[in-house]
């Protein structure tokens, strides 16, 4: 007698099913294709008047405040470390922790604003602003744009904190958190390309 002919069963453990999930959510993946794509155009024009201002582009970084792009690099490398410290903790249900790096995270990432804060009155006091010629006019533009996002990050990060404190998030549900991680680790990313572009690259 033949034996009974049995389909293959695919077993998916949990695991697997992390393993392939996308982190956050999908809404914050299309928000993030947004920003990519403002950007790259931004990054286009930074080319297009570099060519046809290679002096300026040149000399341009000369009378940028190196050090305060190197902090803004510093503040938000840790500010995102830290939210991947958030995430590994709500992972192992460690709410409060979790907490705890949220609101580091956004208090370090605070000290961007206020960093360009100083170093735009030092631009000032030194005689460059928007007018002072193509390198600072892009310079201004695209920085303060990346600003803005910035603020976006941190208001979601506010909000992540508050949500996480009041125990929104656990190991089995932390999009939020997550779509929150991902947004700011997008801002990260672009800042690692503009701080070369301004400060260091000639």
């Given at each position: ?33 947004c920003v990519l ?158 701080f070369p572009f301004f400060y260091i690259?000639?």
């Open positions: 007698m033949n034996s009974p002919c049995t389909e293959p069963q695919i077993v998916t453990t949990e695991a697997e099913i992390e393993r392939r999930r996308i982190p956050g959510n999908s809404g914050i993946w299309v928000g993030i294709f794509v403002e950007f790259l155009m931004l990054f286009i024009v930074y080319f297009v008047a570099k060519v046809h201002h290679p002096q300026a582009f040149e000399s341009g970084p000369d009378k940028l405040l190196t050090l305060a792009g190197v902090t803004i690099t510093l503040l938000l490398l840790t500010s995102g470390y830290s939210m991947v410290k958030a995430v590994e903790s709500i992972r192992r249900n460690d709410a409060t922790r979790a907490f705890r790096w949220v609101v580091l995270a956004l208090l370090l990432g605070c000290g961007y604003p206020l960093v360009k804060f100083f170093e735009i009155r030092w631009n000032v006091a030194h005689g460059v602003d928007g007018q002072t010629g193509i390198f600072y006019t892009v310079y201004y533009y695209l920085t303060l744009n990346h600003l803005v996002h910035v603020f976006w990050g941190l208001l979601g990060l506010a909000w992540v904190a508050f949500r996480t404190n009041r125990g929104a998030y656990s190991s089995g549900e932390y999009s939020g958190l997550e779509a929150a991680a991902v947004y700011w680790h997008t801002t990260d990313v672009i800042w690692l390309v503009i690259l000639r």
